[in-house]
């Protein structure tokens, strides 16, 4: 069949040759499939993606927090022991009625081993939720293994003694044979109890 010398008249399609109708009709569909893809099939995809990437991330999640909520009776008894320990160490710090002579130890404790206190001067507390800080300004002179001696020395006391330095200094000493000059402050703790608290506060805690 010679294509050229059909005179198809698109107003008569329903005169076309069979074969030319039928290959027509099988191009159109063609032509629907791919409109099809490009319009409503694609954009469909990508959403369709999109979801089940969502879909996958709150399934990754559900997982995760249920694993948590089949744990948190564990969690919880975890919990309560933890808070039973830290309050059994807590007490163990020295009370109110306690930080003076605990100070008295601690400087004692520094001449003991043989270094000369120049300044032992302990500040104002500053109270916190469940303890009390006490800020000592030190100026010590004496050699590295006597500085080692003074902090097991510490270590060692009847109570639980927590010592924190803050801004200190070492240099040497103009002396030569003293050692070392050690300056800062020295910050100690100790265990707030509930009467010393204020009333709200107090109440929080029963």
């Known amino acids: 069949m010679n294509f050229s010398e059909l005179d198809l008249d698109f107003e008569d399609i329903g005169s ?70 830290f309050g059994q160490l807590l007490r163990q710090l020295p009370s109110k009625a306690e930080m003076p002579d605990l100070l008295v130890d601690i400087s004692q404790t520094a001449l003991a081993t043989g270094i000369k206190v120049e300044l032992f001067k302990p500040g104002s507390e500053t109270l916190h939720d469940f303890y009390a800080e006490k800020p000592i300004q030190l100026k010590m002179i004496g050699r590295f293994h006597q500085f080692g001696a003074f902090v097991s020395g510490v270590a060692s006391l009847p109570r ?40 709200d506060d107090a109440g929080e805690k029963g």
């Not at 003293?178 to 009333?199: C, F, H, I, N, Q």
């Open 16 to 85: 076309w040759p069979i074969p030319i109708k039928v290959a027509s009709g099988v191009l159109l569909f063609l032509l629907i499939l791919l409109g099809a893809y490009f319009f409503v099939y694609k954009d469909q995809q990508a959403t369709l993606e999109a979801s089940q990437g969502h879909e996958q991330r709150l399934f990754a999640e559900f997982v995760k927090k249920q694993k948590k909520a089949s744990n948190l009776e564990a969690f919880k008894a975890q919990l309560d022991q933890m808070q039973q320990i």
């Open 160 to 199: 639980i003694v927590i010592l924190t330095m803050h801004d200190i200094s070492i240099s040497p000493s103009k002396d030569e044979s003293e050692g070392l000059v050690l300056e800062g402050t020295a910050k100690t703790y100790r265990y707030v109890s509930e009467d010393e608290l204020p009333d």
